[in-house]
């Protein structure tokens, strides 16, 4: 049986969704893929049918560029090819972004930044998706960074930013369907620093770096969220400190990307390392098990998606990932018998 739309919409109606989502609650494995090209699609299809199976519901989370939103090209494709799949799928979509400086695409930086998140949000109607995923992405230079802190301006452009971005969430919200969860993921200090090793040419997230700043926007109850990337946090935080940090969002917390930290980002030295397997890297096997514990005692109250956001060398063999999924299915199996 066919994809048909939006998980919501099909619930009940596929073989063996019932008995998945009341085994598990909500708790569901996600992988990123762009799925307007179909063989990424397949492979990845065909690690959740062999590592996953009937154990979790599925689900992909899709990315674009920012000039995919305006090309209906890319959205017959996505589309297309959503409708030969025969698993149910929970959608979520990875909303575009641009690492410049001077960009005004992002939603947030300008009119036309929210232009681009009201058509990204319509891409995710047209596709049916359950979820956006978005960066809010106020960042600044290291000369603008000196300014501010020789002003002593930091904190009010912290203050004006996270406004700004509850905001514009509201306005959004006003004119788009309900049911579509929004989520603002977290960001790295230094959110170039897996590409850029000179200071000076770094550039710096100043907003929604500490899981804090998502208590003044996230809204449950109208299905606004935070997404905690826990490579991002493990940048800013040591992993001992990881859980406390992602507990402290309560039931603001709607998303999850999980991978570990292989370098972290010394100046002139070493570039961050995302998207590693986990137990692989700076954070550990012993830090993400107590992680994962949390995370599914917390999907028995509440929905919940892990995307498994793992740098593959080869993004059709897909080997990196399907390491991942194998580990993370054997933790959750430990602890789920504990």
């Not at 995923?133 to 300014?147: G, W």
């Not at 004006?160 to 919200?173: G, N």
């Not at 935080?237 to 972290?264: A, F, M, P, T, W």
Request: charged share 30%.
């Amino acid at each position: 049986m066919a994809y048909t739309g939006s998980m919501k919409r099909r619930k009940g109606t596929l073989k063996n969704e019932k008995s998945k989502e009341e085994s598990n609650k909500t708790l569901r494995l996600m992988s990123p893929c762009r799925v307007s090209d179909e063989r990424q699609l397949k492979a990845k299809i065909g690690v959740f049918r062999e590592l996953v199976g009937d154990e979790y519901p599925i689900g992909l989370e899709i990315r674009i560029e920012m000039d995919d939103i305006y090309n209906p090209l890319v959205l017959e494709k996505t589309k297309a090819n959503l409708e030969k799949l025969q698993e149910p799928i929970f959608l979520s979509l990875h909303g575009p972004f641009e690492l410049k400086e001077s960009s005004k695409r992002n939603f947030f930086s300008s009119k036309q930044g929210f232009k681009n998140l009201a058509k990204t949000v319509e891409f995710a109607e047209e596709i049916e998706a359950d979820l956006i995923n978005i960066h809010a992405h106020l960042f600044v230079s290291y000369d603008e960074l000196r300014k501010m802190e020789q002003s002593d301006k930091l904190e009010s452009f912290n203050k004006a930013s996270i406004q700004r971005v509850k905001r514009d969430l509201q306005k959004l919200r006003q004119t788009t369907s309900p049911e579509i969860k929004i989520c603002v993921e977290n960001m790295p200090y230094c959110l170039t620093a897996d590409t850029v090793l000179d200071p000076q040419e770094i550039i710096y997230e100043l907003c929604f770096v500490d899981p804090e700043d998502f208590l003044q926007i996230v809204e449950p109850e109208n299905n606004i969220f935070a997404t905690i990337d826990v490579c991002h946090l493990a940048q800013v935080y040591d992993s001992s400190q990881l859980l406390s940090r992602i507990k402290k969002l309560g039931r603001g917390l709607g998303h999850i990307h999980l991978s570990d930290l292989g370098n972290i980002w010394q100046p002139f030295i070493s570039l961050a390392e995302e998207g590693v397997i986990p137990g692989d890297g700076r954070i550990g096997e012993s830090v993400y098990k107590k992680i994962l514990a949390y995370l599914l005692e917390f999907s028995e109250k509440q929905d919940l998606g892990i995307v498994l956001e793992i740098d593959d060398k080869d993004f059709i063999k897909l080997e990196e990932s399907k390491k991942s999924f194998e580990r993370v299915m054997g933790w959750l199996k430990e602890l789920k018998r504990e």
